[in-house]
């Protein structure tokens, strides 16, 4: 097919194009501006404390995927598919503009012939796809609300406003189709569907319609462009940047803090302690609310949503911003005459909501656009330890960590009483052996979780594991402490005592009790130079019953709940292991409950949660209930602070005789 086409600005005088080039001008000039004050508002944080651009490559494609592949978008049906249409429909209707730009603005001949119907084809379709899409996400926003999903004023504008363009594009090209009767307009299909509409209009007034429609469509689109910047569709920038920017840390580890003792600020009180990066990534946050729909704390009716913490931090970025570009708008203090902005930490930001958090990665996990909303509520707990400005519950932890060098606050001599009666080897008279079995300061102190490291231990010693535990050697390995924002006690004083023990044994690998020891372990001591081979004792019990050292022989009835600790699991993608070892049990049956494995729901107890008060209700209570529900008569679980939430969730609900908590070690050793 040749010659098929059709003349750009048709119907336009000469004028129209310096008028439209002029606008694009002031829009362009508006949006740079827009851009250089958001630019600013990041440089207002402090330096990065990684690199944001390391492994190119791999950011790359990471970018790619998650960017713009919508990877993690289309993990949600509904809105990842609505995301979609609008996103991709955006996308090739902007790349549709260009190439009419390309060929008007330096006179190469693209739109012709079959590449002309291809085109037209796309174009419509793709303009049908976006106001599908603007259509379903006003009636989702609108209509059924899904819980999570809030909108305001600028999500309507902007849909309303994006779906304006769509429908002015197919009036301008339905008017045209109507005024020249081109051969080719069954390919604009929703244009020329349009078309009987206008028949029997004169043809003066078409022509005079469609320059009228034309303006329109130019002036909304070209207002959309320009007021990006100052509008939530600036997610499309910042999100993407943040996904490129993302943190090349383990998933486990949490941002140290360099150089702590001479860091002024090592936490964060006002908007500005926050880095660039991650005042960025409250600009990229696109309030689709699946950190919130996921996020245990907010399940329990606690004053913590993980998204509002982003957009809070964004609304405090955009107030600073805000009173910089219309100072006169802004409340100006009498004294310093600047801008009254509230006060991060306490007005904007609340302490139940900061301290509710059990870091349970759950929020992160489904984030599309990658924000790390644990390392921002941290270091928000930072910034009151630093002031300490800190609930009497979350002093009395640090207080008993610090004193005593574990969280119960018990005497060090009490550490050993676990081993009262059992042949443990020891490091002290060994001196050479392949594992330390790191017990932890629950396995160590815990009564019920004191049986669960005398089974651990009667199993190793059955599979003939060259092993020693510490005993009175062991201290916190800190993890609780550096969760609850006491950074200077973690790195200067916990970590320090553990390498001096590590290297004073030439400790070379490391079997964990506690998921949580284990991630520290694993993720967080190479950040102080401290490098083991790190083991969880589900994964060890796995490997020695696939190596016909252990063998689970006697049968059982048992239906277990299996329960994901979120430091094995979400932290660690370690899924598989502990639900093998638990399989090989012969007779028994595990249930998978509704949220498992990556979308696995908290016990409540991490991230300090185990010894901090906060008004709600109880998330081990819920968790239980959602174990329950699979019809089963004990929760399988890896995790020492699991058990306890587990074990107190049945002695709330007067349980004792029907359903146990037990540690996958138990159940194994059940069997033998
Ligand atoms: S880490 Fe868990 S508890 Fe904390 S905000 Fe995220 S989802 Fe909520
Ligand atoms: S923080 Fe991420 S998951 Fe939460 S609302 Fe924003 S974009 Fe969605």
Redesign the pocket.
């Known amino acids: 097919m040749k010659s098929v086409g059709r003349e750009i600005m048709w119907n336009l005088p000469h004028l129209a194009a310096v008028i439209m080039y002029s606008l694009l001008g002031v829009v362009i000039i508006i949006f740079a501006w827009g851009l250089y004050e958001r630019i600013r508002s990041y440089r207002r944080g402090r330096a990065e404390r990684e690199d944001r651009l390391d492994n190119l490559w791999d950011r790359t494609v990471d970018f790619l995927k998650i960017g713009l592949g919508q990877q993690k978008v289309l993990e949600r049906k509904v809105g990842g598919l609505t995301h979609l249409a609008i996103y991709s429909a955006f996308l090739v209707l902007f790349l549709a503009t260009c190439l009419v730009a390309v060929e008007y603005d330096f006179g190469i001949r693209i739109l012709d012939g079959n590449f002309y119907v291809a085109f037209k084809l796309f174009a419509n379709a793709f303009g049908l796809i976006l106001l599908a899409g603007i259509f379903i996400a006003l009636v989702r926003r609108h209509l059924f609300r899904p819980r999570g999903l809030t909108t305001d004023g600028d999500d309507l504008l902007q849909l309303l406003l994006i779906g304006a363009i769509g429908v002015t594009g197919f009036l301008v090209e339905a008017v045209r189709l109507a005024a020249t009767e081109p051969v080719v307009a069954p390919v604009s299909f929703v244009s020329n569907a349009i078309v009987p509409v206008f028949q029997g209009v004169p043809l003066s007034n078409l022509l005079s319609l469609h320059q009228g429609l034309w303006w329109t469509h130019l002036l909304l689109a070209f207002g959309f462009l320009a007021t990006i910047p100052f509008s939530k569709m600036f997610h499309i920038g910042a999100g993407a940047a943040n996904i490129f920017l993302r943190t090349s840390r383990p998933k486990g580890a949490l941002q140290p803090v360099p150089n702590i003792e001479e860091e002024e600020k090592p936490g964060v009180v006002d908007v500005e302690d926050f880095s660039w990066k991650q005042l960025l990534s409250a600009d990229?946050?696109?309030?689709?609310?699946?950190?919130?729909d996921e996020c245990p704390a907010f399940a329990a009716e606690m004053s913590l949503s993980?998204?509002d913490v982003?957009?809070k931090t964004r609304e405090q970025m955009s107030r600073d911003l805000f009173s910089r570009l219309v100072p006169s708008a802004a409340t100006l203090d009498k004294k310093t005459g600047k801008p009254v902005v509230p006060a991060f930490n306490r007005d904007v930001l609340f302490p139940d909501e900061i301290w509710a958090c059990t870091t349970c990665r759950a929020?992160m996990q489904?984030?599309?656009?990658l924000?790390e909303?644990i390392d921002m509520i941290v270091d928000v707990r930072r910034g009151y330890v630093a002031g300490a400005k800190i609930p009497d519950s979350v002093r009395t932890a640090l207080r008993k960590m610090g004193d005593t060098g574990n969280p119960w606050g018990l005497p060090q001599d009490d550490r050993i009483r676990w081993a009262d009666g059992l042949a443990v080897p020891f490091a002290a008279d060994k001196k050479e052996f392949e594992y330390l079995y790191w017990v932890g300061c629950a396995g160590a102190y815990d009564p019920r979780n004191q049986k669960v490291t005398r089974t651990i231990v009667s199993l190793l010693n059955l599979a003939g594991v060259n092993y020693a535990t510490l005993g009175l050697e062991e201290m916190c390995c800190g993890e609780s402490a550096r969760r609850l924002g006491e950074e200077g006690l973690f790195e200067l004083g916990l970590v320090e005592m553990v390498r001096e023990v590590f290297a004073s044994y030439n400790v070379r690998k490391v079997i964990t009790q506690c998921p949580h020891c284990f991630n520290t372990f694993l993720n967080e001591y190479p950040q102080f130079g401290v490098n083991v081979e790190v083991i969880h004792h589900s994964v060890l019990l796995q490997d020695l019953i696939a190596q016909g050292k252990i063998v689970p022989s006697k049968p059982t009835d048992r239906l277990v709940a299996f329960h994901d600790s979120c430091y094995l699991g979400r932290h660690n993608d370690l899924y598989d292991a502990p639900r093998e070892a638990l399989q090989a049990i012969p007779g028994i049956t595990v249930n998978e409950p509704e949220k498992s494995k990556e979308r696995g729901f908290c016990c409540g107890a991490g991230g300090g949660g185990m010894w901090v008060e906060v008004p709600g209700k109880r998330i081990n209570h819920i968790r239980f209930d959602q174990l329950m529900r699979t019809g089963a008569n004990a929760t399988g679980s890896t995790c020492p602070y699991c058990l306890t939430m587990f074990d107190d969730a049945i002695k709330f609900h007067n349980l004792e005789d029907s359903v146990q908590a037990k540690d996958i070690a138990e159940f194994i050793a059940e069997s033998l």
């Open positions: 990229a946050c696109t309030k689709c609310g699946r950190c919130q993980p998204r982003v957009l929020c489904s984030c599309p656009v924000i909303h």
